[in-house]
């Protein structure tokens, strides 16, 4: 995994480390934290994202970054290739989860702003979308003042939720690099 970190005025996105993965584990237990998601995650699933975040660094050189603020892991935020089948997939999708003691802080723009910066300027991507739960209002917040645009004809049911789940029902929204045109 690289060395590389990326700073903001107020957080720093780094590798991961060890002792990163009690606190992660304990905020994939926050039923709060995973209001937005099917089930909350065991600790070994927990360390299974560990591992699968890590292995994404390898293979694409880029990933989820852990993010701190103030010196303390509050969560990650950070570029993943989705491992499901869309009609938008293949694609390089952009995420965050931070710990509830984290929230409202301006925290996951600011370090999704700065991922995005690395997305479209060291990558070079042309395009990055993120999606999430039509319940999820605080995520959609993030997106768009990050500077996505909803893809309205781009909704769909998330493939790996269960029919007739609360949440299946998904948006998708994208942001197009300004050095390719604008976002559809």
């Known amino acids: 995994m690289t060395d590389m970190v990326i700073e903001t005025e107020r957080l720093v ?3 991961w480390r060890d002792g990163d993965r009690e606190p992660f584990a304990a905020l994939n237990a926050d039923p709060e934290v995973m209001e937005h ?3 909350i995650f065991s600790r070994e699933e927990s360390d299974a994202m560990v591992d699968r975040i890590k292995a994404g660094f390898d293979m694409h050189g880029f990933g989820f970054w852990a993010v701190e603020a103030a010196g303390a892991f509050i969560g990650f ?3 993943s ?3 499901f089948t869309a009609h938008f997939t293949p694609c390089v999708e952009i995420g965050w989860r931070l710990a509830r003691s984290a929230w409202g802080y301006g925290y996951a723009s ?6 995005l910066d690395d997305a479209f300027g060291r990558l070079g991507l042309s395009e990055v979308v ?5 319940t999820n ?3 959609q917040a993030v997106m768009q003042r990050i500077g996505m645009v909803r893809d309205t004809e781009g ?3 998330h493939p790996v939720v269960p029919e007739g789940s609360r949440l299946r029902r998904h948006v998708l929204y994208r942001v197009t690099n300004p050095s390719y045109g604008s976002a559809r």
């Open 13 to 15: 996105l780094r590798s």
């Open 37 to 39: 998601f099917p089930a």
């Open 77 to 79: 935020t950070g570029l």
């Open 81 to 83: 290739v989705p491992r």
């Open 110 to 115: 600011e370090a999704a702003a700065a991922v």
């Open 130 to 134: 993120s999606f999430t739960a039509v």
């Open 137 to 139: 209002e605080r995520s």
């Open 155 to 157: 909704d769909f049911d």
